[in-house]
Structures are given as C-alpha cells and as structure tokens.
C-alpha cells in the first residue's frame, strides 16, 4: 500500500504564506493524481487544489489566485504554496493521492489519504 504524510501546517497571521508538502512512499507505485482537501469546523471536507500527472490543475474558487498546487513526479511529492491566507483558509488539510500499486501479484487502485495538517489563520 502507499502511505502520505504531510507537513508545512501551523499558525500564521493573515495575509502570510504557508508551504505543505506531502510525500508518498511504499514499495512499488504509480501515482495519477495528487491534491489537497480541507475540512474547517462544522463544514464539509473540500477539495482546495489537485494536480494529475501530467500537470494539469484545478482549483477551488475560494483560492484561485493565492495558492498553487505543484508536483514532483520523480519524489512522488506534491506541494501547496498558500499566499494571502484568510481567517476562512483555517482547516485541517488533508493530502490526497490517486494511487495504483503493486501487491505482489496484480496491480490494484487506492485513494490514499494522509492524516492531516492543522492551518491557523489568526490574528
């Protein structure tokens, strides 16, 4: 199976930036797609930006312009670049993959998610 881990979350003052970056392993993998999902208090879990492997992305509406979305293909690594952050950018945001790896004797699809990184953003 694959497993992503994420890191970059934290406190910070609006209008500041924040980088996480989430970073996939296990023994034998391709991925096909990577993005971010956020979930804030009371609200249902969103998706904030995704990129396909061949780079093509997509963005919420609510952070088109302040964030970016890139990908490593080679580090089987994906970033998220957050400028500008609002008060409303505050939420746990979750790293997701679109994954096919080996078992030993096939190859099978997972969605892999990663346990989550706490964004703050608060004077």
């Known amino acids: 199976q694959v497993q992503l881990v994420e890191s970059g979350g934290g406190l910070v003052q609006p209008g500041g930036s924040l980088t996480l970056s989430c970073a996939a392993s296990?023994?034998?993998?391709?991925?096909?797609?990577m993005g971010w999902y956020r979930q804030a208090p009371g609200k249902q879990r969103e998706l904030v930006a995704r990129?396909?492997?061949?780079?093509?992305?997509n963005y919420a509406d609510s952070v088109k312009g302040r964030f970016t979305i890139s990908r490593d293909n080679a580090k089987n690594t994906v970033s998220l670049q957050m400028n500008s952050l609002k008060p409303e950018d505050t939420a746990v945001y979750s790293c997701?993959?679109?994954?096919?790896?080996?078992?030993?004797?096939?190859?099978?699809?997972?969605?892999?998610w990663g346990l989550g990184t706490q964004v703050t953003v608060s004077s």
């Open positions: 997701n993959a679109d994954v096919t790896y080996y078992t030993g004797s096939y190859w099978r699809g997972q969605d892999s």
């Open positions: 296990g023994v034998r993998f391709s991925i096909n797609a």
């Open positions: 990129i396909i492997r061949g780079g093509s992305t």
